[in-house]
Nanobody
Framework: QVQLVESGGGLVQAGGSLRLTCVAR????????MAWYRQGPGKGREKVAS???????NYSDSVKGRFTISRDNAQNTVYLQMDNLTPEDTAVYYC????????????WGQGTQVTVSS
């Protein structure tokens, strides 16, 4: 089983940027399609970006054009570059395998808190 450790969150003003990092501890990371998810205050968890084994990417409409997902298989790492942040991006951010049904995921990392002030 792969253990996931997210970092890079923090407090930033609207319009600012943050870069999140997710390190996967385990084997065969390069075989996984990966995604970033987030859960805002009082909201359900949603997928915001995904990247497959061939580096093809997808984004939710809410972050398209502002967020960039990337991966470094040699470092077992997935990144999320977040630019032009808004208060609506305030959430705990998690990385995990890319799945269509989030309820299928039973194990999550601790996540990293992103807070955007207006």
């Amino acid at each position: 089983q792969v253990q996931l450790v997210e970092s890079g969150g923090g407090l930033v003003q609207a319009g600012g940027s943050l870069r999140l990092t997710c390190v996967a501890r385990g084997n065969m990371f390069h075989l996984y399609n990966m995604a970033w998810y987030r859960q805002g205050p009082g909201k359900g968890r949603e997928k915001v970006a995904s990247i497959n084994r061939d580096d093809a990417v997808n984004y939710s409409d809410s972050v398209k054009g502002r967020f960039t997902i990337s991966r470094d298989n040699a470092q077992n790492t997935v990144y999320l570059q977040m630019d032009n942040l808004t208060p609506e991006d305030t959430a705990v951010y998690y990385c995990n395998a890319d799945v269509a049904d989030i309820t299928r995921i039973t194990s999550w990392g601790q996540g990293t808190q992103v807070t955007v002030s207006s």
